[in-house]
């Protein structure tokens, strides 16, 4: 995207219902292609970008789709407020604004030849999505995979039909807090997971997006596994408005979300929650 702080115009060309209040947003530049950073990726996956519509303002989002995939680029928009309801009421076809990619993603070639862990909750799964998609691409870089996601019913679960495909590459297990009749997943928080998993601690990492709490929760699970800190990574959500450092939305502690973050070493904001 060539001009991080002017919003360019791009084309919804794909729009799915993910849950209740979730829509899936596929979107295509005018021109003919996303460009490529210097690591030959469109993102680097845990990057987020500000979208929105002319008269109602701008929202973060973390990329979901491919880093890989120039053709276009996929956001998930919970409906919570003014733009996100805007952006509801579009229709495939219809224009809105993108800047970005901002911010520091995951460390993509510390990740290399380790053992990958993947948390996630609710809402969080996009950057992880985005993050798997590269991992399954690159797959003989990479150790064991394992992806842990909950949410509250089995239809909060985002991205279902890629979970197929995703399970050829990477080991997924889920979890629900109010099950269905027919849920056959584990039910209970994401923390209770890390019991199904076997990794090397010394060659492992961690990549989370969630709430707060399940992540400091985790933590506590994944120290004493013999996890170190400075092997986890979290991604921070904050209301991040400009994008640059500059409106002060986004700080937690000493670090600014949009600039510094919003990936960070575990120890980098421990305790700075939501």
């Known amino acids: 995207m060539k001009n991080h702080f002017h919003p360019q115009k791009v084309k919804i060309t794909k729009l799915k219902d993910m849950s209740s209040d979730v829509k899936l947003f596929r979107l295509k530049p005018m021109a003919e292609k996303f460009p490529l950073n210097k690591d030959d990726l469109v993102f680097i996956p845990g990057q987020f970008v500000l979208a929105g519509l002319w008269g109602y303002g701008e929202a973060p989002f973390g990329l979901a789709s491919s880093p890989l995939e120039q053709g276009f680029v996929e956001i998930a928009v919970r ?32 990740f290399a030849g380790k053992d990958v862990v993947l948390v996630t909750g609710g809402c969080g799964i996009p950057p992880i999505a985005a993050l798997i998609e590269y991992i399954i691409a690159k797959r003989d870089r990479f150790g064991r995979v394992y992806l842990l996601y909950g949410a509250l019913t089995p239809k909060d679960l985002l991205f279902r039909e890629h979970y197929s495909a995703w399970e050829k590459s990477i080991r997924v297990i889920l979890a629900v807090d109010k099950p269905t009749p027919d849920w056959k997943g584990h039910v209970g928080l994401v923390s209770e997971l890390v019991k199904d998993i076997k990794i090397n601690p010394r060659n492992t990492v961690a990549a989370m997006c969630g709430p707060g709490p399940m992540t400091k929760a985790l933590e506590n699970i994944l120290r004493p596994l013999g996890v170190s800190d400075r092997r986890i990574f979290v991604s921070e959500e904050r209301r991040m408005n400009c994008g640059i450092g500059k409106c002060q939305h986004c700080t937690t502690g000493d670090k600014y979300v949009c600039i510094d973050g919003p990936i960070f070493n575990y120890d980098e904001v421990q305790g700075n929650w939501d």
């Open 79 to 110: 409906k919570v407020g003014t733009v996100t309801t805007a952006l509801h009421r579009l229709e495939e076809g219809n224009e809105m604004t993108l800047r970005g990619p901002y911010g520091n993603g995951y460390p993509l070639d510390f």
